[in-house]
């Protein structure tokens, strides 16, 4: 049960996490931001439910066919609960970092290409009790679009690894995990579209 606990947080993290999503272009002016919620499967407890908020605030209003287009931040943010908050403190942790690594998949009037983004999650202080944000920052990296017409980016699996930590920032005696995460069927997962010249 304690560790069923601590994997929530640890899926929730990957809001810190959860993956990492936006693109940039010729006009960086775009801003999106999608709430969804990902399934993450941890090999002791099975799949757990993680909710999470991609946002980004530069993303491209128009690209050009065949011109990559340029690197954009992003930013996914989620809320550890309570319980996962006293699990955490149950291991003996008091701080958590790791990184995401999500896939966007990237459709344009017929072709799809499917990217990897990656984000950090910086050592964040666990309290003793109560809920706490963690987030992770990251880029989506340069595309090159083939068609002229609309290019819509989606939310995509993702793969997390968080580590917990101790005072003294040696991991606990949990190590860093790894965890498969899935959109949740039945959802939206339109993050954002523009038009390719």
């Given at each position: 049960?304690?560790?069923?606990?601590?994997?929530?947080?640890?899926?929730?993290?990957?809001?810190a996490?959860?993956?990492?999503?936006?693109?940039?272009?010729?006009?960086l002016?775009?801003?999106?931001?999608?709430?969804?919620?990902?399934?993450?499967n941890?090999?002791?407890?099975?799949?757990?439910?993680?909710?999470t908020t991609?946002?980004?605030?530069?993303?491209?209003?128009?690209?050009?066919a065949?011109?990559?287009?340029?690197?954009?931040?992003?930013?996914?943010?989620?809320?550890?609960?309570?319980?996962a908050?006293?699990?955490?403190?149950?291991?003996?942790?008091?701080?958590v970092?790791?990184?995401?690594?999500?896939?966007?998949?990237?459709?344009n009037?017929?072709?799809?290409?499917?990217?990897?983004s990656v984000?950090?999650?910086?050592?964040?202080?666990?309290?003793?009790?109560?809920?706490?944000?963690?987030?992770?920052?990251?880029t989506?990296?340069?595309?090159t679009?083939?068609?002229a017409?609309?290019?819509?980016i989606?939310?995509?699996?993702?793969?997390?690894?968080?580590?917990?930590r101790?005072?003294?920032?040696?991991?606990t005696?949990?190590?860093?995990?790894?965890v498969?995460?899935?959109?949740?069927a039945?959802?939206?997962?339109?993050?954002?579209s523009?038009?390719?010249?």
């Open positions: 049960m304690k560790t069923g606990l601590f994997a929530r947080a640890a899926a929730c993290v990957l809001v996490g959860a993956l990492s999503v936006a693109t940039a272009g010729t006009s002016a775009g801003t999106a931001q999608l709430n969804i919620t990902y399934s993450c941890f090999s002791i407890i099975g799949a757990q439910d993680m909710p991609v946002s980004s605030s530069d993303l491209p209003d128009s690209a050009t065949g011109v990559p287009t340029a690197p954009s931040n992003t930013t996914v943010k989620s809320t550890v609960s309570e319980d908050t006293t699990t955490l403190f149950w291991l003996g942790a008091k701080s970092d790791g990184t995401m690594t999500s896939q966007v998949p990237v459709t009037e017929g072709a799809t290409q499917t990217l990897t984000s950090t999650i910086p050592n964040t202080p666990v309290p003793t009790s109560g809920t706490f944000d963690v987030t992770a920052t990251g989506f990296p340069a595309m679009l083939v068609n017409g609309t290019a819509t989606t939310l995509g699996s993702a793969e997390l690894k968080l580590t917990p101790q005072a003294n920032g040696d991991p005696w949990l190590g860093t995990i790894t498969p995460c899935t959109v949740k039945g959802q939206n997962t339109q993050f954002y523009f038009p390719v010249a």
